[in-house]
């Protein structure tokens, strides 16, 4: 069964300063993503990540893939209270049919950016 | 372009009540699935479909039915309410085998 984990869960941090975000997997996968939900709203996809080194970026967000370490990092630079929201990372494990698409997200980090 | 629908947006049922909710794409996308949230447990996929026809179970199926008779529709029914059923539902769906999911608005069922 595939285990995601994300850490931390809760990060409260200032403007201007940078972070980290964690994903850990348990099963071999090289595809990831991650998604941001604010609060009451719906999910919309920030990266795909599908293969062993990569990196995307969008603003002060820049996300990487691992599959060696079954490791995903979703790095803030410089955050801004316009940041604050949910993140999320999932993992494809694969599926039945002829298909893989089947994904397991993380629990989810909810990152304020205080002013 | 819409994208995904989904209906009824809130819904409160007693336990035992059975009832279907909706979700419509207009992306032409082959995959659709259904996930749940629930506070702390990120989103937990219930069943989902890679066509037309085709449908599968997820990591949480029971309780819940599915069918996709065409590509634009995939309602989730729940046949006998229970209060472990209260939950926020996302309906997604992508274009292709590794492509983003795109996320509906959810709906946010209460079983009393």
């Known amino acids: 069964e595939l285990k995601v984990e994300q850490n931390p869960l809760f990060l409260s941090m200032q403007e201007g300063k940078n972070y980290t975000i964690y994903c850990n997997y348990s099963t071999t996968s090289d595809r990831l993503y991650w998604y941001r939900q604010d609060p009451g709203k719906s999910l919309e996809s920030l990266f795909v990540l599908l293969s062993n080194g990569a990196v995307k970026q969008e603003g002060r967000l820049m996300a990487s893939l691992d599959t060696k370490a079954r490791l995903s990092t979703l790095h803030i630079t410089a955050a801004v209270h316009d940041l604050s929201a949910t993140y999320f990372c999932a993992v494809d494990g694969g599926g039945s049919g002829g298909s893989n698409y089947k994904l397991t997200f993380g629990k989810g980090t909810l990152l304020t950016v205080n002013p | 372009n819409a994208g995904v629908t989904q209906t009824p947006k809130f819904q409160v049922l007693k336990t035992g009540q059975s009832m279907t909710l909706q979700c419509a794409q207009d992306?032409?996308?082959?995959?659709m699935s259904w996930y749940r949230q629930d506070p702390g447990m990120g989103l937990r996929l219930i069943h989902y479909s890679v066509g037309a026809g085709i449908t599968d179970q997820g990591e949480v199926p029971n309780g819940y039915n599915v069918s996709r008779s065409t590509t634009e529709d995939f309602p989730l029914r729940l046949l006998s309410a229970a209060p472990s059923q209260t939950s926020v539902y996302f309906c997604a769906s992508s274009y292709s085998d590794g492509a983003p999911l795109h996320f509906g608005n959810g709906t946010r069922l209460t079983v009393t």
């Open positions: 992306m032409n996308h082959e995959y």
